[in-house]
C-alpha cells in the first residue's frame, strides 16, 4: 500500500515504524481491525472455499480439484495476508506470526515448478494460463501476491513470500512484452506490484515490464466482451493521452497509481505531469464529497465530470482506497499538500465508512443517499447495510491492509526536515542529516482541533517542520511555545524553520466547527442543497435520528445556528450536529447529523448527505 | 400487441381495419416503417444468423447444428413476424405475404413433434429444456410465437402461425402449472400470450396456466443468479401485493399487461384494483417527463419513486412499449382517459424516439440528457446514437410491430358510443346497435390543435362521441357544427350526446402551444430546471441548434417569450421553441428546442430536456 520510491521524490516516506498512531481516533480503528476484523477475516476466507483452493492447487487436500469462488478469489488471501504483515510491524505477535508462517507456505506450496500460481487456472481451466485476459485477473492476483510479499518483507523481514513472488515475477518477465507476448490484464493492479517489487528487489526488469504494461494500453489488446466497451478496461486510450478518467474506477486508480508509480522511477515527467492533471480533474469534478469515486452502478464506473448524484453513487470502497494509494504517490512526487488534503477526506469519509464500528461488516457500496421509500430488496442501494463477506471480497480486506499501514501516511522527511500529514496522537523518531529527530502529537482530531506537537528529540542544526493546513481550515492559528506564529493560505503546509529544542511545543488550532457546504453549481443532482462537515468529518441525516413524521427527502434545512453536542454514548462517541430545518407543509423542525463514516451502525433506513436548503 | 377482452370491459377494441391513420405524423412514422424498417430488418435477421438457427433447427441447412446470438434471438423473428402481419392489416402486398408465408412455413419446420420450439435450446442446449427458467427465456420466446400467431390470424386469417403456437401452449399447459412442474419464467411474456391465445381459441387451460404464471411468482421459485436479486426476475412479491415497481423495466410491465389480462379475463377485481394502484404510483413519482421508465442502467430496472435522473434515464425503449401496452388493457378494463394520455405522452416521446427519422437505426436507451464532455466512447450515456442493430435486438422489432398496429389504438366503442383517443387524420367505420357509424378526422395534430371531427354516418338513435381532452389542455373549446359546446374540465374525455348526422361537424381546438414545465420538487436531480413541451411533445435542446459557445450544462433559460417557428426544413418538418437563456458568465442568448423524438437525427452531441431555470 505505502511505497518506498527509489528515485529521489520531493518527500520520502519515513522507515517502517518510524510514525506510529498511539490513540485517538484512528488508532481505535486500528484496534478493532486487529482484534476483530482480521481475525474473523482468516475465518471467512475458509468458510468461502478461498484458503481450500490453496490447499488443493498445494495438493495438501485429498481431493485435488474443484474451485470455490470468482477468478480472482485467491487475491482475497493476498490482501489479507498483507494486512497480517503490516499489523506485525505495529506490534509483533504470535498469532499474527503462526498465520503468516502458515499462509505464506501453503502460498508456496501452491506455486508451480516454473513460478506460475493462480488457483482458478490451476483447478478450474487447466491449460487456460493467460488464454483470458480480459477478465481471468491473473496478473492481478499477481500483483496482489507481489504486495504482499514486498509488505511482509518490509514489516517483518520474512522472504518467504518475496520468494515466490520473484520467481512469478520472473516468469512475467519472461512471457510477457515486446517480442514476447504483447498484452495487458483487464484489471490493472500488476503495475504498481511490479514497480514495487523492483524497489525491493533492484531487478530493472520489473519496472520495464510495469512500464510496458503502463504504456501497452490504449491501443486495443483487449477485446471487451459483453455490454462494456474498452474503457471498462482501461483499454480506451493510452495512458498519457487520458485527461479524463473513464471508466472501471478500481481498475482507472489502480493503474493510474502503478503510472505514477513507473513516472516516478523512470523520471517520466511528462507522465506525471499527465497524471497530475488527470488528478484535478478527479477531484474537482468526479469527486464526491466524501472523497468517495464512481458515479455509476453500471460498469461500477466514473461518471462524466459534474455527475454526481448521491443516490446513484457507487464509491466502492476499494476505489477509495485506491485513490488514497494515488494521492500518496503524487504526495511523494510532488511534496503538495492538495494530495493530503484528498487523502484525509478519502480516509475519514469513503473508506472508514466501509467498515462497521465492530469491524465485522462491510460496505462494497458507499452511497450518499437512501430515499424515504427506497426498494426494500434493493441489490443496488445499499439498503441492506454492510454483510459480513462478499462473493466478490475485494473491499474488506482491502480495508484491512489499509488501517494497518496507515501509520506510514502519517509524516515525511525530505532534505528539509519533517512534514506531518495526518493528525493523530503518535510519536514520530526518524533521522535528518543523520542524526535522531522525535516528535510526540497529542490531539483530540477530528473531535476537536487543537494539535500539540512537542519535540521530543532534534538535530542540533536548524530544520522545518512542515503542518498540513487543510482547505477547510481558514481561520487557523499556530503557536509556537506560546508565541503566534504567521499562518499564512490554508491548503499547503505551513513550513515552521529553526533551531529545534527538545520540550519545544507548537500548537496548531483548527477551527473544527460544524459548517454548511455549497456543492459547485454545475452539480446538477444537488442542486439547491447543502452538507454539513465539520472539520475533516463529512455528516449525514439518518432517520433514526430525526423527530417522528420527518421524510428527509422533503424537508430541507434553513438559516440558523448548527449546534454541536458531544455524545460520548452514541456511535463510539461523536459529536453530532443539528440544524433548524422545515417540513414540506411549513412546519418548523430541527434535524440531527451524525459523521456519515457511522452511519448504518444502528438500522439501515433513509440517510442523505446532501439535503435541500431552498 | 393490441388486445381483444372476451369478458365485458368498459370500452371495446374495434374490429381489425376499423380504424385508419390515413396521413399525418403517425401515418408518415408508418409508412417509414412499411417501407425501410420492416424489409431491413428481414436482412437484418438474416444478416445476425437468426434466421438461420431456425432453418437449422428446421433441418433445412446442410449444417444442423450451431447457434447464433443470444438465447432469446428467436423472439426478434416472431416480433418482425407480427410487424408484417399487421402491416397486411393496414394494406395487403404481396411482398409482405410471401415473407409471411416462408418465414411461418420456416417455424413449422422447426417446430418439434410435440410441439416444443426454441432454436436455441435445440442446436445449443440438447436435453436442456426448461432448465435454465431464469436466463433461458424459453416462455419469453414461446409468449412472442403466440403474440404473432394470434396477431397473424387476426390480421390475415392464417392460421399458420397459430397452429404452431397451439400445439406449444398445449405443451406448455401439460408441462408447467400446480401438480405438474413449478415454474415461471425469469422474463414474463408468456402470460399476455397465452390470455391472448385464450381469446383466440378458447381454450381456458392457456388463461388457466397464465393466472398460474402471475399468482406464481413471489415465492422464490426462481434462483436469482449473480448480482440481481429477486426483483430483477419479477419474483419478489406476488403480483397483487406490489404497489410500486420495482427491478426490470420491461419483465415488469410486461408482467403487468399480463397480469391485467388476467384479471379482466377472470374478473378479479382485486388485482385489478392492485394494478391499477401500481400503474398511478408509477407514473405519478416513477415516469419521466417523456413517458419513458426505468431509472437505472444497472439492471435496466426502475428507480424508488422520485428518482429519475436525466442523464442516467435507461428509458428502453421496450419498457416504453410495454408501458402502452399496459396502459391501453388499462383503458379498456377502465374506461378512465388517463390511460389514454399516458398512452400519447409515451408514444410521441419514448417509443418514437426509439427509431430514427429514415427507420433504419435505433436507440436501445432513450436518455433525457448528454453531458458536454461526456465520453466519446462511452456505452452508457448513448452518445454512440442510433445503432442498425444491436446485439439484443429486441427493441428494434418492438418498434415495427407498435407502429404497424398503431391504428387499433386511435378509438374503441361501448354501448354509448365511439370514444377517440388518439388525433391523427383518420377514418374510422364501426357498428353501433348494429348499425354502421363513420367518422373522419383531419388535423394537423401534433403540430396544430385544431381536429375536425366529420360524422360520416350514424345510426339514427343518439350516441356519444366521446374526445380524449389531454391534461395539458386547459383551454381547450370544442364547436358542434360551428356552436359552442361545454368542454369541462381536462384530463378526460368530454361526453357528446346527441343525434348524429351525417355530415354533422365538431372541432376540437386544443391548446397546442409552447410551454414550460416545472418538475414535481421532490424529483430532485432536475430541481430548479424546466422543459419545454408543446402539445402532446417533449422538446430538448440539441447543441447543434445554439448559438457557438453555449455550454448546455451551465446555461440557464430565463422569463420571457417562448417563440415558436414552423420549420418545414428541419427534421422532417417540426415547430421549433426559441427561449431566452442566460451563460454562465451572465450574458445573455437564446437557446432553441426540438421535439425530443427528433434528436440525435443530424449528429450527436449534448442534449438536453431539463434546463436550469434558477
Sequence with gaps: MPVAPVAATALRPLAIGAAKITGGFWRERQEVNRTATIPAAGDRLEAAGTLRNLRRAAGREPV???????????????????????????????????????????????????????????????GGRFNDLEKGHELYCA??????????????????????????????????????????????????ALVELYRVTGTRSYLELARYFVEARGYGLLVPPGHHGPAYFQDHLPVRAVRTLAGHAVRALYLASGATDVAIETGDTELLDALRATWRTMTESQTYLTGGVGSRWYG??????????????????????????????????????????????????????????TGGEFFYVNTLRVRNDAYADDQRSAVAGRQPWYGTACCPPNVMRTLASLDQLLATSDESGLQLHLYAPATVRAELQGEPVGLEVTTRYPWQGNVTVTITESPREPWTLRLRLPAWAAGCSITVNGADEPTGPVGRAVPLHRSWQRGDQVVLDLPVRARRTVPDDRVDSVRGCVAIERGPLVYCFEQLDQPTGVVLDETAVVPGDLVETDRPDVLGGVTTVSVPARLRDGAETTLTAIPYYAWANRSVGPMTVWIDAR
Tied chains: 1, 2.
Design 64 to 126: 485435488a480439484e474443484g474451485f470455490t469462488g470468482r477468478p480472482f478469489a485467491d487475491s482475497d488471501v493476498y490482501k489479507w495476508l498483507e494486512a497480517v504483515a503490516w499489523e506485525q510491524a505495529r506490534e509483533p505477535d504470535e498469532t499474527f506470526g503462526c498465520w503468516q508462517a502458515t499462509t505464506s507456505s501453503l502460498v508456496t506450496a501452491a506455486q508451480e515448478p516454473d513460478g506460475y500460481l493462480n488457483t482458478h487456472v490451476r483447478l478450474a481451466v487447466p
Design 143 to 192: 500483483g496482489h501476491l507481489l504486495q504482499a510479499a514486498v509488505a511482509q518483507f518490509r514489516a517483518t523481514g520474512d522472504r518467504t513470500l518475496l520468494t515466490v513472488a520473484i520467481r512469478f515475477a520472473d516468469l512475467l518477465t519472461d512471457h510477457f512484452g515486446p517480442g514476447r507476448t504483447e498484452g495487458i490484464d483487464g484489471h490493472p493492479l500488476i503495475e504498481m
Design 300 to 357: 461500477e464506473a466514473f461518471g462524466d465530470p459534474f455527475e454526481l448524484p448521491p443516490d446513484a453513487a457507487y464509491c466502492e470502497t476499494c476505489a477509495a482506497i485506491a485513490s488514497v494509494q494515488w494521492s500518496w504517490r503524487l504526495l511523494l512526487a510532488t511534496g503538495e499538500s492538495q494530495y493530503a488534503d484528498q487523502i484525509e477526506r478519502t480516509l475519514y469519509n469513503a473508506v472508514i465508512s466501509g467498515v462497521s464500528l
